[in-house]
């Protein structure tokens, strides 16, 4: 069969060298510009349709987490038809409920259409933590590091915030999560100085939670709908509890919690604390945005670290346990060596049918 009788794309390539080798030349142009402008990630982005309604009530059991808050939640939110499913989560202290959301539906409209059902409840608890609702978002890790060192726990995590605040001060970086056990204000009361004062549990009980709790002030209604009113009045520090008036005398004196009372300002009961080659730790993990390029946020934590612990108090010390951009060069290393080898033989065999032609 002779040459023009041939159809095809081959064909076509094959009788017109000019036209194979610029269509060669562009797709190595174009491979090797998106080598440099590709956006650098471990995994791919993918969108996450779920909204998360999160209340935190400090001291209370899970049963009660459940029928005074999560309860109410889902029931206002019945009528939400973009709603496809609803998970509830309640344990000590807290509870969530977990929306999945119709991939066909607009995601920030909905998500507005929940803050603004969770905000017209107005019987939940008055001692309560407002409630969040957020939007779960894609994000990936780039960097896990746990800030250590032969001191207490509590020394780390004040340090751990400042480099919380610090990171998130960087250029390239948008998120940042600290693991750490969460605080509590253990109150252990003395009987003798009950006794010695005229005093009882119910009284002391009821002075922490008149100073120390959050109120609602009820509801006021504007033209873009109900808003409701809190009074922010609770108290997280040891120092603070120590000041509560548990007793008014006649003549202004005053008996304070401090004064009956051992406060300590400690981690919560149970919690299991990090350690890093026998010393007291904390983790941390910088992770990236669906937006961002991995690669620059490694680099500029890694700064961070080298230059931040030039600075740290004496024994203490920023250790990098992940880096997640290791694994993500070698796959990089690897697309680039195929490039090369795609290049080479593209161009032998370019040379190869120049000489034959």
């Avoid at 204000?185 to 709790?213: C, F, M």
């Avoid at 006021?220 to 609770?234: C, F, K, P």
């Amino acid at each position: 069969m002779s040459n023009s009788t041939q159809r095809g794309i081959i064909a076509l390539f094959a009788n017109n060298s000019v036209a194979a080798n610029l269509l060669m030349a562009f797709v190595l142009i174009m491979g090797t510009v998106s080598y440099f402008l590709i956006q650098r990630q471990m995994f791919p982005n993918f969108e996450i349709n779920y909204i998360r309604v999160t209340a935190s009530y400090p001291g209370v059991s899970a049963q009660e987490i459940e029928e005074t808050i999560l309860i109410k939640v889902e029931e206002s939110l019945k009528d939400v038809t973009e709603i496809k499913k609803a998970v509830t989560d309640a344990y000590r202290g807290g509870g969530q409920v977990t929306l999945e959301i119709d991939t066909k539906a607009d995601l920030p409209e909905v998500l507005d259409r929940v803050k603004q059902r969770v905000d017209a409840i107005a019987s939940f608890p008055r001692a309560m933590e407002p409630i969040k609702v957020t939007q779960i978002e894609f994000k990936q890790d780039v960097i896990g590091m746990v800030l250590s060192g032969n001191t207490s726990l509590t020394e780390l995590k004040t340090i751990s915030k400042q480099v919380e605040k610090e990171l998130l001060q960087l250029s390239d970086v948008s998120l940042v999560e600290v693991s750490s056990p969460p605080d509590e204000i253990g109150i252990e009361i003395h009987p003798d100085e009950l006794r010695t004062y005229d005093l009882t549990l119910d009284d002391v009980v009821s002075a922490i939670q008149k100073y120390s709790a959050n109120f609602s002030a009820g509801q006021v209604r504007t033209n873009t709908g109900l808003v409701s009113i809190r009074i922010e009045n609770q108290y997280y520090d040891g120092y603070e509890f120590r000041q509560i008036p548990v007793k008014l005398g006649a003549n202004g004196s005053k008996v304070l919690l401090g004064d009956i009372a051992t406060i300590k300002d400690e981690f919560t009961e149970g919690q299991h604390y990090f350690k890093f080659s026998g010393e007291n730790g904390i983790y941390l993990t910088v992770k990236a945005t669906k937006t961002q390029n991995m690669v620059p946020v490694a680099e500029t934590v890694k700064r961070y670290i080298e230059a931040r612990n030039q600075t740290l108090p004496h024994g203490v010390q920023i250790h990098t346990l992940m880096d997640m951009t290791y694994y993500l060069n070698a796959r990089l290393d690897m697309m680039l060596k195929n490039l090369m080898q795609v290049q080479f033989w593209s161009r032998y065999c370019s040379l190869y049918s120049c000489v034959f032609a």
